[in-house]
């Protein structure tokens, strides 16, 4: 994709209005429009917008320049909004010169993925793709909302009902070059699963917003709610956005976590990459889970993934192996949520695995057997350890974690764990209804 291709893609379609989006450190997605006719400008000279209200700088120094990444084009669904709107993804910059934005996470997801080429050549690439996993529940006339419907895993409608949507969803999202390649109700009420083809991280999780928002967008059409929250219901599976992860050599067309050692399904590398992440998963957490609700899904026996390890086949561990092709051969990291920033989570991934690659760590021994059914003897024997229980044991790890706060910038780790103490002390110091219940009578 360039500039002119583009500029006559706007001129065909009669794209009217142009949506510049970038994520703030929390991973909300914010939305510039501009008229198209403007786009050529702003794809030479930026343009600017307030930092200060998006919490990302101080008042006193509050400008941030957009510039535009045109490999991101796209025009949204023709039937999204009542005329052709483009969309396209922006890298922020210090507001007078080309010097990148250092809390901006998509330049510290780009950065984390050239520091992987200069250790392990240009041609590698980090690839990756998430499971896109949602509830839909309906708005309530009283302000309360209720779960679409009580159906479970590969269910059938009329008992799924969010089927409809999905395949409206599916047909939007294909028209523009996204092929969803299944998609299904998963196990607990209400919630939905799209499934995406690899590829590049940085262009994955571009795509992964731009998925977020038009199904929130045509859930609202629809006068329902899309909620990517991790643990929504008491009671029930919360949603993990599994995350899978390999390396790729585009000039050998191979896969680097692929073994050519027909008894052993991951590379040497593969292994090193998977130690790095264990080494570092406690800190992570912080990353890939960083809100209060995140550690209301990570519990013990919801198959949700807690238990520091890894396995071929296992869900109660940390990171599995998926069955496939050698060809396919990657890790699938299961913890991830719906409430993270994706550009932090991935490069706090790939910067873990780096780590053990520069290291060459080893990873234990695989987990085979139901981490649940251990009991705590048992697992401190295996030395399998625990994520942290709440976002303030995350906060704590993070802190400490000086290797991640090097290879994702000072600037940033200073800023990121001082929003999410903000965050924490709000939820401790707020009264919350289950308290009045217990206590109210002490």
């Known amino acids: 994709m360039n500039v002119n291709k583009i500029l006559d893609i706007i001129s065909k379609k009669e794209v009217k209005e142009i949506a510049l989006q970038f994520t703030d450190l929390s991973g909300g997605l914010h939305t510039l429009w501009i008229p198209s006719q403007d786009f050529s400008?702003?794809?030479?000279?930026?343009?600017?917008?307030?930092?200060?209200?998006?919490?990302?700088?101080d008042v006193s120094k509050?400008?941030?320049?957009?510039?535009?990444d045109i490999h991101s084009f796209v025009v949204?669904?023709?039937?999204?909004?009542?005329?052709?709107?483009?969309?396209?993804?922006?890298?922020?910059?210090?507001?007078?010169?080309?010097?990148?934005?250092?809390?901006?996470?998509?330049?510290?997801l780009k950065n984390t993925l050239q520091s992987m080429k200069e250790k392990l050549g240009q041609s590698v690439s980090g690839i990756a793709s998430s499971e896109i996993e949602f509830?839909?529940?309906?708005?309530?006339?009283?302000?309360?909302?209720k779960l679409i419907d009580n159906a479970g895993y590969l269910a059938s409608p009329p008992a799924d009902r969010g089927t409809n949507l999905r395949l409206e969803l599916t047909e939007m999202l294909r028209e523009i070059g996204i092929n969803i390649e299944k998609h299904h109700h998963e196990v607990p009420a209400g919630k939905s699963e799209f499934n995406l083809p690899f590829s590049e991280a940085l262009q994955?999780?571009?795509?992964i917003y731009l998925i977020k928002f038009i199904i929130k967008l045509v859930a609202d059409k629809h006068g329902l709610i899309a909620s990517f929250m991790p643990k929504p219901m008491h009671g029930e599976y919360g949603a993990g956005l599994h995350t899978h992860l390999n390396l790729r050599d585009e000039?050998?067309?191979?896969?680097?976590?692929?073994?050519?050692?027909?008894?052993?399904?991951?590379?040497?590398?593969?292994?090193?990459?998977?130690?790095?992440?264990?080494?570092?998963?406690?800190?992570?957490?912080?990353?890939?889970?960083?809100?209060?609700?995140?550690?209301?899904?990570?519990?013990?026996?919801?198959?949700?993934?807690?238990?520091?390890?890894?396995?071929?086949?296992?869900?109660?561990?940390?990171?599995?192996?998926?069955?496939?092709?050698?060809?396919?051969?990657?890790?699938?990291?299961?913890?991830?949520?719906?409430?993270?920033?994706?550009?932090?989570?991935?490069?706090?991934?790939?910067?873990?695995?780096l780590d053990g690659i520069n290291r060459q760590l080893e990873p234990p021994r695989s987990v085979e057997?139901?981490?649940?059914?251990?009991?705590?003897?048992?697992?401190?024997?295996?030395?399998?350890?625990?994520?942290?229980?709440?976002?303030?044991?995350a906060i704590d790890e993070f802190s400490q974690d000086n290797y991640l706060q090097d290879s994702l910038g000072t600037q940033f780790h200073e800023k990121y764990?001082?929003?999410k103490k903000r965050e924490w002390k709000e939820f401790c110091v707020h009264v919350h209804p289950w308290e009045r219940n217990r206590y109210i009578d002490v």
């Open 41 to 57: 400008k702003v794809l030479k000279e930026g343009i600017h917008t307030d930092g200060s209200s998006l919490g990302v700088v």
């Open 62 to 68: 509050s400008d941030v320049k957009l510039l535009p």
């Open 76 to 108: 949204f669904p023709s039937n999204l909004f009542e005329y052709n709107i483009g969309r396209v993804v922006c890298d922020l910059y210090e507001p007078d010169s080309d010097k990148p934005f250092l809390l901006d996470p998509r330049y510290i």
């Open 135 to 145: 509830f839909l529940f309906n708005k309530q006339d009283n302000g309360e909302v």
């Open 204 to 207: 994955m999780v571009d795509t």
């Open 251 to 353: 000039g050998k067309d191979t896969n680097l976590f692929s073994s050519e050692n027909k008894g052993i399904r991951l590379s040497s590398l593969a292994q090193q990459f998977l130690a790095g992440i264990l080494n570092h998963a406690k800190a992570l957490t912080l990353l890939t889970n960083p809100s209060v609700n995140s550690y209301k899904r990570l519990v013990p026996g919801w198959e949700a993934p807690v238990y520091i390890s890894w396995a071929e086949y296992n869900r109660s561990t940390l990171i599995r192996i998926p069955p496939g092709s050698r060809k396919a051969a990657r890790l699938e990291y299961r913890p991830t949520d719906g409430s993270c920033n994706f550009y932090l989570a991935y490069a706090g991934l790939f910067s873990a695995g």
């Open 369 to 393: 057997e139901n981490i649940y059914d251990m009991s705590l003897d048992e697992r401190n024997n295996r030395g399998i350890e625990v994520l942290p229980g709440s976002l303030g044991e």
């Open 417 to 419: 764990l001082l929003l």
